[in-house]
């Protein structure tokens, strides 16, 4: 139990497009989910906290209107990269919070690796 | 505020060694401390969390808030252990996981 997928796994767009990114947690509600955004073998950026039914918190320097975030369901947040540049291909990662427990255990999506040229 | 912290980068010991990756961590009150583990190509999950006191794979991570340490330890590396570990911390009344850089763990055979 607790699977958390992501759509696309890969995506290639040009520059000045939109992307969107689907974070779904597959046997488990969610009201929280978060998204990151991870380079080349280093850490964890977190970006945001997704939270159904309210807007979303985001990390000091991450642009809102760059990155958008919808949780429209117990199930499901999207991430929107808007008018995409070279500098936000990266591998962005979401991970979901179980509705059932009340713990701070995060449980990750595979990931989506965003290339913008 | 909070923060985790991983000195090292990179580990690199001999199959049958014994394996330390340190975590240390900030944080005024009572946290949550996790491992997770990320093996190449897959996706981050969860080893351990100190109030499960469990072993898993073999590691295991004992709390220590006199040194605000968490240190994971495994007696006998294997080569499977090959992986990038992070170590996070949770606050309470904090939705969000804070983790470290990460250390990348190799066993060469």
């Known amino acids: 139990g607790a699977v958390v997928s992501q759509h696309p796994s890969r995506v290639i767009c040009k520059s000045g497009t939109s992307v969107k990114i689907e974070c779904r947690s597959l046997?488990?509600?969610?009201?929280?989910m978060f998204w990151y955004r991870q380079f080349p073998k280093q850490s964890l950026m977190l970006m945001a906290t997704s939270n159904e039914g309210s807007k979303a918190t985001y990390e000091q320097g991450v642009e809102k209107d760059k990155f958008l975030i919808n949780h429209a369901s117990l199930t499901l947040s999207t991430l929107t990269v808007t008018s995409a540049h070279p500098e936000d291909s990266s591998f962005y990662i979401c991970?979901?919070?179980?509705?059932?427990?009340?713990?701070?255990?995060?449980?990750f999506g595979p990931g989506t690796r965003l290339t913008v040229t | 505020a909070q923060r985790v912290t991983q000195p090292e980068k990179l580990l690199s010991v001999f199959k049958g060694a014994p394996v330390e990756l340190k975590c240390n961590y900030s944080?005024?009150?009572?946290?949550?401390l996790f491992w997770y583990v990320q093996y190449s190509r897959q996706r981050l999950q969860l080893l351990l969390r100190h109030i499960s006191r469990e072993s898993i794979k073999g590691f295991t991570a004992d709390l220590n808030k006199g040194e605000t340490s968490f240190h994971l330890k495994k007696p006998f590396a294997q080569e499977e252990d090959s992986a990038m570990y992070y170590c996070a911390l949770a606050g309470a009344g904090f939705q969000k996981l804070v983790f470290g850089t990460g250390t990348r763990l190799l066993v060469s055979p």
């Open positions: 944080y005024s009150g009572s946290p949550e």
């Open positions: 046997d488990f509600q969610a009201t929280t």
């Open positions: 991970s979901a919070r179980r509705n059932d427990r009340f713990d701070y255990e995060q449980y």
